[in-house]
């Protein structure tokens, strides 16, 4: 299923640079807020808790597939593919696609929100003067992008490093502010935002939204110079994330209370550091979010463009869509992804859709290829165990071994697995409505990729699951003229 490639390739330290830069973006400026606003303190540990098991089993079972299946590119799609045929593998890429192209929206929105600090005419992000602004980025990293990947991804590592200086800074300097008996009151005593489940449930969006890119490296595994660093990078660039969203959010919560977290403007980072160390500090956390939010926006428009381009070379998508430039850059599918931003930055305008509702939407698309993942983890696993029961199992790669027990192996792929079930029922009705309104078109874009080589489109179990998304997909249509959904 592999395309051909550029010869330039991704060694470790650009492949956790992409993991990271598209992992930290606008998410962690208002995680003080966005996790304030439905949980107290005392559900917030307990939804890192939750969260920080879930992803670390999220991303030990993308190591453990990037080496135990080196010859699958672009993961999130051939790991679907390769559990359940075409037409799912077609899905996970889809929605992988859907909701980095969303984010990119959210991303944008939050970078001229932050800029609102400075010029009014910004307002919340979705004003004229706003969409203006974003439509200018848009296109100019889509220039910049179309010269090369390889050069994206280093200005992209650089970038990262840099937003990492803001990050740091608050977290050190809010640590040695941290007042224990702020973070304390009210620990548990927060009825008014129901009950504990019900606050730790409000936590896990917000929570998976600031760990989408986890799989940033296995999405460029076929750029790798090494296909072992695609699992490294996934490991490393999840802990170095962990420690700073943890930090930032819990810390938060010992200068101000949860109440007055919740009642603060976003990204609410910089009123917390301007109530540590004065205006400077909101000044510092604003240059942070808009070079932060360049950074991840770069990262995803990499990502979008090569969640396209992978399945296309495969057969699932359009043709015209695995075709690169004399760059080796996937141009057809990074103008369709821009493309994309651009029609729903125009219709921020008219809905008005909140940075919140985006990136809640960009989440829910994403939960069903996460999940697709980690069942074709278990499903490994479990052979594993029957072929090789009780003994440990080598899986070599290249000139390297990696050592795994079956069981072991079990338990992470069980323990992804569950997590990513669990993401479905915290996200509520609302949202997987809305992703199916989202996926039931992917399937003209299935059936032309189809036609164009002369294969069958769909296989029963398949035809049965595209009649299950239009049902799906009708009623959240009927929902939303009715005014019962909406973002």
């Known amino acids: 299923m592999a395309s051909a490639l550029p010869a330039s390739k991704l060694g470790l330290g650009l492949l956790v640079a992409l993991v990271v830069g598209s992992i930290i973006g606008s998410g962690i400026f208002g995680l003080p807020q966005n996790m304030a606003a439905g949980a107290g303190a005392g559900a917030i540990v307990i939804g890192w808790c939750i969260t920080g098991l879930g992803m670390l089993m999220l991303a030990l079972s993308f190591q453990r597939l990037a080496v135990r299946k080196p010859d699958l590119d672009n993961g ?45 005419a910004f307002g919340e992000g979705n004003t004229p003067a706003a969409v203006i602004g974003a439509s200018i980025v848009v296109w100019a990293v889509h220039l910049m992008v179309l010269r090369g990947i390889q050069g994206a991804a280093v200005l992209n590592a650089v970038v990262t490093a840099a937003k990492l200086i803001p990050l740091l800074l608050f977290i050190g300097l809010v640590a040695m502010a941290f007042q224990l008996k702020t973070f304390q009151l009210n620990y548990w005593d927060t009825p008014e935002l129901g009950s504990v489940l019900d606050q730790v449930r409000s936590t896990m969006l917000v929570t998976v939204w600031v760990f989408i890119g986890i799989e940033g490296a296995s999405v460029y595994s076929a750029r790798a110079a090494q296909r072992a660093d695609v699992g490294r990078a996934t490991v490393l660039g999840f802990l170095l994330c962990l420690a700073l969203l943890m930090g930032v959010s819990l810390l938060s919560l010992g200068i101000f209370t949860q109440a007055e977290l919740a009642a603060l403007k976003n990204p609410s980072m910089a009123p917390v550091l301007e109530k540590v160390v004065g205006t400077w500090g909101a000044l510092a ?32 998508m359009p043709a015209a869509l695995a075709r690169q430039n004399a760059q080796g850059v996937p141009a057809n ?7 994309m931003v651009q029609l729903f930055l125009l219709l921020t305008l008219y809905s008005k859709a909140s940075y919140l509702a985006l ?32 003994v440990a199992t080598d899986v070599a790669v290249g000139s390297e071994a990696q050592v795994a027990r079956p069981q072991a192996a079990i338990a992470i792929a069980a323990l992804a697995s569950l997590y990513c079930v669990w993401l479905l029922y915290a996200a509520g009705l609302k949202y997987l409505l809305l992703s199916a309104l989202l996926y039931a078109p992917g399937a003209a874009v299935f059936l032309m990729a189809k036609r164009q080589r002369g294969g069958r489109a769909f296989s029963g179990p398949e035809l049965g699951l595209l009649c299950a998304l239009l049902v799906l997909a009708a009623i959240s249509a009927y929902l939303l003229w009715t005014g019962q959904l909406g973002l």
């Open 76 to 120: 999130v799609y051939a790991y679907a593919r390769a559990l359940s045929g075409e037409y799912v593998g077609f899905n996970a890429a889809w929605g992988y696609w859907v909701s980095a192209w969303i984010g990119n929206v959210g991303y944008l929105v939050a970078a001229f929100a932050a800029l609102g600090y400075f010029y009014p």
């Open 285 to 316: 956390i604003y240059g942070g979010l808009i070079v932060s939010v360049g950074g991840g926006f770069l990262a995803w428009t990499l990502l979008a463009a090569e969640s396209l381009f992978t399945p296309a070379g495969g057969g699932v």
């Open 333 to 339: 599918a990074l103008w369709l992804s821009n493309g």
């Open 359 to 390: 990136i809640s939407l960009s989440t829910a698309m994403i939960l069903i290829p996460y999940l697709f993942s980690a069942i074709y983890g278990l499903k490994l696993a479990w052979q594993d165990r029957h072929a090789h029961p009780g």
